[in-house]
C-alpha cells in the first residue's frame, strides 16, 4: 500500500507517546535509539503535518501524531491477538486478578479489553483493596489512596491523576453565584454564563453554596471523603449532604436533577460530551485540592510479567 505506514513505524510512535522519549520508547521496544529516530523520520515522510516536536521533557506528539494513537493501538491488539492464536500457551500470560475503586473500573474494563493479559477486576473501596494486597488476598490493585511511604513486599506506583468535578443538568444554576478558587470569577457549570457573570462577592457565593444540595460518595469512598473535607473547610459542613452508594447512582442522581454531584472527571465524561450533564471545576480548596491520585498496588510475589502488563495497561487506561 503505498503512502501507508508499516507496523513498526506505528508501533514505535505509539512507543515514544506512552515512554515519553525516544531513549525509553527505544528500550521498551528493544532496538537501538537510532531505529527509533530512522521509524519516525520514515513515518514523517508520509506525513504533510508534523506528528513529533522536541519538548523540555522529552519527544511530545503534536495533534496529527496523536491521531495516529487509535490505529497504534488497534494494530497492538491485532498483533498480540494474533499471536495468541498462533501460540495458544505462549501468547498469553493468562488471568491475574486485579482490584479496582468503583471510580475507575470504567477506565480500567476499557484497557483491560485490549490487554495482553487477562484480568479479572475485582471492585471494592481503596484502603479494603490495599489490605487485600498486604494480606495476600489481590495480587495487584488499582487505587486512589496507597501506603505512605515504602512498605515490605509492596510495590507501589503513581500511575497517574483524576479531578474532582461538579456535575449537574446542563443549565444548572445554583452554583453561578459561588466564588471560583482565585477569587476572581464566578464559579459556574455553564462555562459562558459565567464568563459573562462577572466577579462577585466571596460571602454571598458561599451562602449561595450553602443552599445547594450536594450528592456526595458514600464513605469509604476517598472522592467522597475529599468532598466533605473541602466543604468543612469551605465552611458548608451544614448544607445538605446525600450520600450516594455508587458511581452509578450517582450519575442517576445527578441525570434525575437530585443536586449538584461531586465525582472524578472520567466518571461522567461520556454524559458530558453527550449534552447530558455538565461539568465544572470545584468552586472552593486551594490549588490542587481537586487533584486525585492513582496508584498500582502490587504484591512482591506478583510476576515480573504479570507487572508489566498490568503496568501498561493502567498506563493505557489513565491516558483514555
Do not use: Y
Not at 141 to 162: I, K, N, Y
Not at 304 to 310: C, G, I, M, V, Y
Amino acid at each position: 500500500m503505498p503512502g501507508s505506514p508499516d507496523a513498526d513505524q506505528l508501533l514505535t510512535l505509539l512507543a515514544v507517546a506512552e515512554a515519553g522519549n525516544e531513549s525509553a520508547a527505544a528500550e521498551r521496544l528493544g532496538v537501538g535509539q537510532s531505529s527509533v529516530s530512522r521509524r519516525l523520520a520514515a513515518l514523517q515522510k508520509l506525513s504533510e503535518a508534523p506528528l513529533t516536536h522536541r519538548a523540555a521533557t522529552g519527544t511530545r506528539l503534536t495533534s496529527a501524531g496523536a491521531a495516529l494513537l487509535g490505529p497504534a493501538r488497534a494494530l497492538k491488539a491485532a498483533l498480540l491477538e494474533a499471536g495468541t492464536l498462533m501460540d495458544p500457551a505462549g501468547g498469553a500470560l493468562g488471568k491475574v486478578r486485579c482490584g479496582v475503586s468503583p471510580h475507575l473500573v470504567a477506565r480500567l474494563a476499557g484497557a483491560a479489553a485490549t490487554s495482553r493479559i487477562e484480568v479479572e477486576l475485582v471492585e471494592a473501596h481503596s484502603d479494603a483493596l490495599v489490605n487485600a494486597v498486604r494480606r495476600g488476598e489481590l495480587p495487584a490493585a488499582v487505587t486512589l489512596s496507597a501506603p505512605a511511604g515504602g512498605e515490605p513486599g509492596l510495590r507501589v506506583l503513581r500511575a497517574g491523576e483524576e479531578r474532582l468535578v461538579l456535575a449537574a443538568l446542563p443549565g444548572e444554576g445554583a452554583l453561578r453565584t459561588g466564588p471560583a478558587r482565585s477569587g476572581t470569577e464566578p464559579a459556574g457549570l455553564a462555562h459562558e454564563s459565567s464568563r459573562e457573570a462577572g466577579p462577585r462577592d466571596t460571602r454571598s457565593g458561599t451562602a449561595a453554596l450553602g443552599l445547594v444540595k450536594w450528592l456526595l460518595p458514600a464513605a469509604p469512598s476517598v472522592v467522597g471523603e475529599r468532598a466533605r473535607a473541602l466543604l468543612r473547610r469551605a465552611g458548608l459542613a451544614a448544607a445538605a449532604q446525600t450520600p450516594v452508594p455508587s458511581p452509578g447512582a450517582m450519575r442517576a442522581a445527578v441525570l434525575a436533577g437530585a443536586g449538584v454531584g461531586v465525582a472524578l472527571r472520567s466518571e461522567l465524561a461520556a454524559e458530558a460530551a453527550a449534552g447530558w450533564l455538565a461539568l465544572a471545576p470545584l468552586p472552593f480548596g486551594a490549588e490542587g485540592d481537586d487533584v486525585v491520585s492513582v496508584w498500582l498496588v502490587a504484591s512482591d510475589s506478583l510476576g515480573e510479567d504479570h507487572a508489566e502488563s498490568l503496568t501498561d495497561l493502567v498506563a493505557e487506561a489513565m491516558r483514555g
